[in-house]
């Protein structure tokens, strides 16, 4: 699904039809959906689980439990003003991780960077449109 939706935006920006991206559109649920879907998963296995591999994770750092809460704020007609610097710093830490891939103590999949990409180029057409 990720490579899919990657797939989808790349096609779309470099056609110049990345205004479609700013409105809700199925894209962005079906991001918002994998995302809640990621979030359920390792809050649960973070929360209710004992293993050795949830102790010290530094997947929080590209995975923000906060957007499960941005996500619902979007989809309002009346967004709180934090919401676009939230955004501009989601992004900014997606790329940062990129940039420092291999200088975070953690090893992380290499299946994580069109993850982090997806959520970098999101970040930056949401700050954008708000």
Known sequence: ???GILALLAVDFLRGR???WKSKNLSEMAFSLAYWEWADYYIVSL???DHIATKQNWNLL???PTH???GILLFRKSRPDWLNKYFLASGSLAVLLLLGWYIIPQSFHIAFIPILLI???RSWVLYNKL
Do not use: G
């Open 62 to 64: 590209w995975f923000l």
């Open 47 to 49: 929360v209710c689980t």
């Open 18 to 20: 990345i205004e479609q």
């Open 119 to 121: 959520i970098a180029l």
């Open 68 to 70: 499960i809460v941005a």
């Open 1 to 3: 699904m990720t490579l």
